[in-house]
């Protein structure tokens, strides 16, 4: 067979139980079927190390390549000077990694800062609550870096939007504690704290004891405390005692991603020296953090027309307009009942469909701002770069490829 036959070549891909590895995994088979390619073997992140020593000979020729996590530097240093490919999963890993590579290195991973950015909107958009804590995995050997940077984020955009005060972090977990331990020390780290209180946690599993431990105090949820998880885990979320809102992250067109790397790679290409984050997609909502329906009808006619809507036909009189009421009846109840304008409201909606078509399609951004309905593109470029930070083309960049 030709050296850069892809049907010679294998890929070695991590086999976690935890939804990041099973869906990244799904993904990387999807994408290596619809090219037609089927050499893949699964193991966990140290069967992938000794598979890197016992068969040197199948890396050394150029017919194999790592999609892993980075859990022993020596393996990886030979990897790196053997000219293994390898698709790094996991941003923590990609400093020490690119040290001991001394090269290209392309790494896929979940964008966390984005994850706290996003609970931060979603929480604080409901402008209900007194109190922001923050629980995260203290067993998690890894929290000093992707649990840390869901925190600042979160911390940071709730201190944009107006917030005053500190978000406290509880440790849910401690090495050697019991359950009744942890929801001790988790109730007395939020006894001082006014009600309602929104919790975001680290995970989905973080999420799960949170509620648990809400319940068995008989906490009211959502009205007296929320709580919000990240990965959306079906089997943990719709399972808990109260039913977990969590945001969603596309971990399987990630898997997709890593995998197109990969095949570009051992079908000749240049090693990429790259890091793609995958951006948080958006809130499934569920009891945990369900909103609750404004007491004035008026407001809450606005407010589903807002939400379900076309956005071009979404403007401060079609929305007046559906709630069937008048201007200053509507803005003056409006804004009392959800801490918005009409028109803030409005462009939030704008923002988060600008961001859908950004992510989940490749439609030229100027269309895009045609179906948002702006007759200047500048006026769109305006209002995401206010709300997000960053451009659209920026944005859409930083998406992953597939």
């Known amino acids: 067979m030709g050296k850069n036959d892809i049907h010679s070549k294998w890929v070695i891909i991590t086999d976690g139980t935890n939804i990041f590895d099973s869906e990244i995994r799904a993904g990387a088979v999807e994408l290596a079927h619809e090219r037609g390619f089927h050499n893949m073997q699964m193991r966990n992140d140290d069967?992938?190390?000794?598979?890197?020593?016992?068969?040197?000979?199948?890396?050394?020729?150029?017919?194999?390549?790592?999609?892993?996590?980075?859990?022993?530097?020596?393996?990886?240093?030979?990897?790196?000077?053997?000219?293994?490919?390898?698709?790094?999963?996991?941003?923590?890993?990609?400093?020490?990694?690119?040290?001991?590579?001394?090269?290209?290195?392309?790494?896929?991973?979940?964008?966390?800062?984005?994850?706290?950015?996003?609970?931060?909107?979603?929480?604080?958009?409901?402008r209900r609550f007194r109190s922001y804590v923050f629980a995260d995995n203290s067993r998690d050997e890894h929290w000093d870096w992707w649990s840390m940077r869901r925190y600042k984020a979160f911390s940071d955009t709730l201190a944009e939007h107006g917030h005053i005060g500190e978000v406290r972090r509880v440790p849910v977990y401690l090495p050697l504690s019991t359950p009744d331990e942890d929801a001790k020390r988790f109730f007395e780290?939020?006894?001082?704290?006014?009600?309602?209180?929104?919790?975001?946690?680290?995970?989905?599993?973080?999420?799960?004891?949170?509620?648990?431990?809400?319940?068995?105090?008989?906490?009211?949820m959502p009205l007296e405390a929320a709580v919000l998880g990240v990965d959306d885990d079906r089997e943990l979320c719709e399972t808990a005692a109260v039913k977990i809102s969590s945001i969603r992250i596309e971990h399987r067109r990630l898997g997709r991603t890593a995998m197109t790397l990969?095949?570009?790679?051992?079908?000749?290409?240049?090693?990429?020296?790259?890091?793609?984050?995958?951006?948080?997609?958006?809130?499934?909502?569920?009891?945990?953090?369900?909103?609750?329906?404004?007491?004035?009808?008026?407001?809450?006619?606005?407010?589903?027309?807002?939400?379900?809507?076309?956005?071009?036909?979404?403007?401060?009189?079609?929305?007046?307009?559906?709630?069937?009421?008048?201007?200053?009846?509507?803005?003056?109840?409006?804004?009392?009942?959800?801490?918005?304008?009409?028109?803030?409201?409005?462009?939030?909606?704008?923002?988060?469909?600008?961001?859908?078509?950004?992510?989940?399609?490749?439609i030229p951004i100027s269309i895009i701002t045609e179906e948002m309905g702006f007759k200047s593109a500048s006026g769109l470029y305006e209002l995401f770069k206010k709300k997000t930070g960053s451009t659209m083309s920026e944005f859409r960049k930083n998406r992953p490829l597939l």
């Open 47 to 126: 069967l992938i190390m000794d598979t890197v020593y016992l068969r040197k000979d199948l890396f050394k020729s150029g017919n194999a390549g790592l999609i892993c996590h980075a859990v022993d530097i020596a393996a990886l240093k030979f990897a790196a000077k053997s000219g293994i490919p390898i698709v790094l999963l996991g941003e923590e890993s990609a400093p020490e990694w690119r040290k001991a590579a001394g090269g290209a290195v392309a790494v896929c991973s979940v964008d966390n800062e984005d994850i706290g950015r996003l609970a931060a909107d979603y929480l604080y958009g409901q």
């Open 189 to 220: 780290a939020i006894t001082d704290l006014p009600r309602p209180i929104a919790v975001f946690a680290c995970n989905d599993i973080v999420a799960k004891s949170v509620v648990g431990f809400l319940d068995m105090d008989s906490v009211r």
């Open 262 to 362: 990969m095949l570009r790679m051992l079908q000749g290409g240049s090693h990429h020296d790259k890091t793609i984050l995958c951006p948080a997609l958006r809130v499934v909502e569920r009891e945990s953090t369900r909103r609750l329906a404004p007491s004035n009808p008026r407001v809450s006619a606005a407010l589903d027309f807002i939400r379900t809507a076309n956005v071009r036909e979404l403007s401060v009189n079609s929305v007046t307009k559906a709630a069937n009421a008048s201007h200053t009846y509507l803005a003056t109840n409006f804004k009392k009942e959800t801490g918005l304008t009409i028109l803030d409201a409005i462009h939030e909606r704008v923002v988060d469909e600008t961001k859908r078509l950004l992510t989940d399609t490749d």
